[in-house]
């Protein structure tokens, strides 16, 4: 197991060790990750992390300084961990910083987007990236995000803004931009079933056209209306 100190294992068992940590090594960098995805999960622990998962052959590779002949192995169980583990940008993983973090649990990628966790859930669930394994507030820190998968939610985000955020850029109040989606004249979007979302492209537009409105005009909920009715949708 993971926790299994050299010091306690017979000579036949160490000999037993260095066949298989041979037999590995010799069948390269592909063979070697596949040994690491076969510890992972053995730790049992419900947040998955490389120190408790490769638990000693870690913790020796790491301290392992006296010879730069495990480098190239080094490197290859460094790039290992990045792909598998959410790791933060400049953690220091066996003596060098992560230059760019790959994965990110929920609560990680929340942070990120400065997004409150049930419109996060509710974005993965509509993009199937929300798997059933962390459907509960329970494990929202297993990893599930690539960076990529990030920043097209942030993407998403982006697009859709509340009728407040919508009211403000136009200068107008949330109620008047509420009767522009229930008249149809802007696009809407529900958010987790209550909150609803309009398109900032469509607000963008809107307020290109309001600076060509005559000096006042703009000023005229009215006239904002009709600008969309006729040319925004």
Avoid at 59 to 88: A, C, G, M, N
Avoid at 151 to 170: H, P, Q, V, Y
Avoid at 217 to 227: F, L, T, V
Wanted: proline share 5%; hydrophobic share 35%; charged share 25%.
């Amino acid at each position: 197991g993971p926790k299994q100190l050299f010091r306690r294992l017979t000579s036949d068992q160490m000999r037993d060790v260095g066949a298989a940590g041979f037999d590995v090594l010799s069948g390269g960098p592909g063979r070697l990750c596949e040994a690491l995805r076969s510890f992972e999960g053995v730790s049992q622990e419900p947040r998955p992390y490389h120190h408790r998962d490769y638990g000693r052959f870690f913790t020796w590779l790491s301290e392992s300084r006296t010879s730069q002949d495990f480098d190239p192995i080094k490197d290859i169980v460094r790039d290992h961990i990045l792909t598998t583990y959410p790791r933060e940008e400049g953690a220091i993983i066996m003596g060098k910083p992560v230059p760019s973090r790959k994965l990110y649990t929920i609560e990680a990628a929340r942070r990120e987007l400065h997004v409150g966790l049930p419109r996060l859930k509710q974005l993965m669930r509509d993009r199937g990236l929300l798997s059933t394994s962390v459907g509960g507030d329970a494990d929202q820190g297993a990893p599930v995000l690539t960076s990529d998968q990030l920043e097209a939610l942030r993407k998403e985000l982006d697009g859709w803004i509340s009728a407040t955020d919508a009211g403000n850029m136009l200068g107008i109040s949330a109620d008047q931009v509420r009767n522009l989606m229930n008249a149809g004249v802007l696009e809407t979007r529900r958010l987790h079933g209550r909150k609803r979302l309009c398109p900032r492209h469509q607000i963008d537009r809107l307020l290109t056209m309001i600076e060509a409105l005559p000096v006042g005009a703009a000023e005229d909920y009215r006239s904002i209306r009709s600008i969309l009715a006729c040319g925004i949708c």
